[in-house]
């Protein structure tokens, strides 16, 4: 079985201020993790992922985040943010490694960028 | 390159009234399909897959349907929507053959669904 949690609904940052935004995970198997970014009304944006490779992994828009397996968390980052950067992230988790792959997604977290 | 579609963008539709979604895949064959459900302020629920032409499976009961009747073709139907139907519709696919991208789910744009 898996799950992921995402700890905060919603996230409020100053524009040029760091962003974080926190993932925790469960899985029985080795999973794969994946930050997603979602803007209103359109479709899903992979932003990075992580699969047993580097545990510190770079994603586009200058996110960043670290797969730490004894926390079992997989936080996105990011050093300053952007208005742009408003937008609504997904955390996810995989345990498949081909075929079908049954993926869970956390409930989002929502953040706002104030000027 | 690969691309996904999707349409209608927005549909308002009636109670009662039958539905019929599209999605199609350019670019890959044989790819894994989904749809997926995003009710406001809720996360994204997994509503049918399938990893072949005709193979399709439920993760949910509910009042909807999916049928795949080509390759790179995925359908989301009901016969009679119901309030409860409304959210926003998405689709995605994935390789099905293995490797570093195989697990990896490209989403298309969506399609915001609102029955009244």
């Known amino acids: 079985a898996q799950s992921v949690t995402q700890l905060d609904s919603h996230v409020s940052v100053s524009e040029g201020t760091p962003v974080l935004l926190r993932c925790n995970y469960s899985?029985?198997?080795?999973?794969?993790l994946f930050w997603y970014v979602q803007h209103p009304n359109k479709g899903l944006q992979l932003l990075l992922k992580y699969t047993s490779a580097a545990t510190l992994v770079k994603g586009i828009n200058g996110f960043e985040a670290e797969f730490k397996k004894s926390e079992t968390s997989f936080h996105l980052t990011k050093p300053s943010a952007h208005m742009s950067d408003a937008a609504e992230y997904f955390c996810v988790v995989s345990d498949g490694s081909g075929g079908y792959q049954k993926v869970t997604f956390g409930t989002g977290t929502k953040l706002q960028v104030i000027p | 390159s690969q691309t996904i579609h999707q349409w209608p963008a927005t549909l308002v539709q009636p109670v009662g009234s039958p539905l019929s979604l599209e999605c199609t895949v350019e670019?890959?064959?044989?790819?894994?399909l989904y749809w997926y459900r995003q009710a406001a302020g809720r996360g994204l629920q997994l509503l049918f897959y399938s990893v072949g032409i005709g193979q399709i499976s439920s993760e949910v009961p509910q009042n909807l349907s999916a049928s795949r009747p080509q390759d790179r073709q995925f359908i989301l139907s009901s016969k009679k929507l119901l309030l409860s139907d409304s959210g926003f519709y998405l689709c995605?696919?994935?390789?099905?053959?293995?490797?570093?991208?195989?697990?990896?789910?490209?989403f298309g744009p969506g399609t915001r669904l609102t029955v009244l």
């Open positions: 899985s029985s198997y080795s999973p794969s």
């Open positions: 995605a696919w994935s390789p099905s053959w293995g490797g570093s991208r195989g697990n990896e789910q490209f």
């Open positions: 670019g890959t064959s044989n790819p894994n």
